[in-house]
Every structure is written in C-alpha cells, then in structure tokens.
Nanobody, 124 residues
Framework: QVQLVESGGGLVQAGGSLRLSCAASGRIAYTYDIGWFRQAPGKAREFIAGISWTLGDTYYSDSEKGRFTISKDNTKNTITLQMSSLKPEDTAVYYC?????????????????WGQGTHVTVST
C-alpha cells in the first residue's frame, strides 16, 4: 500500500507562483512513477507531469511543460510541483498519484494510489 499526502495549495494571484508537495510513504517499489494531475469543476482529471521514483526522469503534458516543473527530494520522499506564471484557468484540485507500472503514463487509469488533493485558486 502507498500513501500520498498533498500540501501547498492556496490562493494566488494570476502571474504568481506556487509550490505543491506530495509526501509519499509505504511500499513504493523501484518501478513506480509518481504523477501530478488536476481536476477543475465540471472537467475531467488532467495529467500535468510525472517522475520516475527511482531514476528521477520526468515527463510532462505538452500544455504545461515550461510553466510547471516536477522534482523529487530523495531525503524527504517528497515529490514537488513548482508552478509559475499561474493563470485563472489553473484553478483546480491538484492530486498526486502513484503508478506501479512505471510506463510514464498520462492516463489517470494507470495510477492505483491517489492523495486527497489540494486546492489551488488563481485570482485575476
């Protein structure tokens, strides 16, 4: 079993930055990927970025690459999503998730374990 806890959400003005964290614990095998997703009201869950738990190689959605950066703190077992140049349309609940398959998938269905989410609101 894998436990994921997100933090760092909040209210930020358009153009600002925010840093989200995902604390991971439990039985995380070397094959796992950890991904960040978001879901806005009335919309489908959307992939943002992912990282290999062991190797640290990263993969991004085409739409957010450049504004968002995913990284891993090995000492804290934490995955971070650094978000910059935020826009009102970035307002959503942000989730981290774990995929045991490690195929760098952008599909939410590939991820077996999910955190509870953290709210991000970007004001104009």
């Amino acid at each position: 079993q894998v436990q994921l806890v997100e933090s760092g959400g909040g209210l930020v003005q358009a153009g600002g930055s925010l840093r989200l964290s995902c604390a991971a614990s439990g039985r995380i095998a070397y094959t796992y990927d950890i991904g960040w997703f978001r879901q806005a009201p009335g919309k489908a869950r959307e992939f943002i970025a992912g990282i290999s738990w062991t190797l640290g190689d990263t993969y991004y959605s085409d739409s957010e690459k450049g504004r968002f950066t995913i990284s891993k703190d090995n000492t804290k077992n934490t995955i971070t999503l650094q978000m910059s140049s935020l826009k009102p349309e970035d307002t959503a609940v942000y989730y981290c998730a774990a995929d045991p398959g490690g195929a760098h998938s952008a599909r939410a269905e590939a991820y077996d374990f999910w955190g509870q989410g953290t709210h991000v609101t970007v004001s104009t």
